[in-house]
C-alpha cells in the first residue's frame, strides 16, 4: 500500500519562504517521476512542478523562477522549495506521481496547507 505524507506547510508573508516534504512509503520511489500539485478552494488541482527519475524538472509558469523541486531517493522524499510567495499560491499543497499515458496516481495524502497572507 502507497502511503504519501506531506509536511511543511504554514502561515507566510508575501515574499516569504517554505519548504514542503513528502515521505513515501510502499514503492520502490526512485524510479517514478514525482511532482507537487496545488489545489486553492474553488479550483482544480494542478500540478505546480515535476522531477523524473532521471533528474529532469519542469514547472508550471506560474512559479517557474520561485520554486524548485528536488528529491532524496535514499529518503523516499521529495521536497519543494518555495520562495517569492505570493498570495495566489495558498492552496493545499500535494505530492503525488506524475503518470504517464493510462497511467494511475497513487491515494493521495492529506496535503499540507499553505497559505500566504499580509
Known amino acids: 500500500q502507497v502511503n504519501l505524507v506531506e509536511s511543511g506547510g504554514g502561515l507566510v508573508q508575501p515574499g516569504g519562504s517554505l519548504r514542503l516534504s513528502c515521505a513515501a512509503s510502499g514503492i520502490i520511489f526512485s524510479i517514478y517521476a514525482m511532482g507537487w500539485y496545488r489545489q486553492a478552494p474553488g479550483k482544480q488541482r494542478e500540478l505546480v512542478a515535476q522531477?523524473?527519475?532521471?533528474?529532469?524538472?519542469n514547472y508550471a509558469d506560474s512559479v517557474k523562477g520561485r520554486f524548485t523541486i528536488s528529491r532524496d531517493n535514499a529518503k523516499n522524499t521529495v521536497y519543494l522549495q518555495m520562495n517569492s510567495l505570493k498570495p495566489e499560491d495558498t492552496a493545499v499543497y500535494y505530492c503525488?506521481?506524475?503518470?504517464?499515458?493510462?497511467?494511475?496516481?497513487?491515494?493521495w495524502g492529506q496535503g499540507t496547507q499553505v497559505a500566504v497572507v499580509s
Open positions: 503525488n506521481r506524475v503518470p504517464g499515458a493510462g497511467g494511475t496516481f497513487f491515494s
Open positions: 522531477l523524473t527519475s532521471g533528474g529532469s524538472t
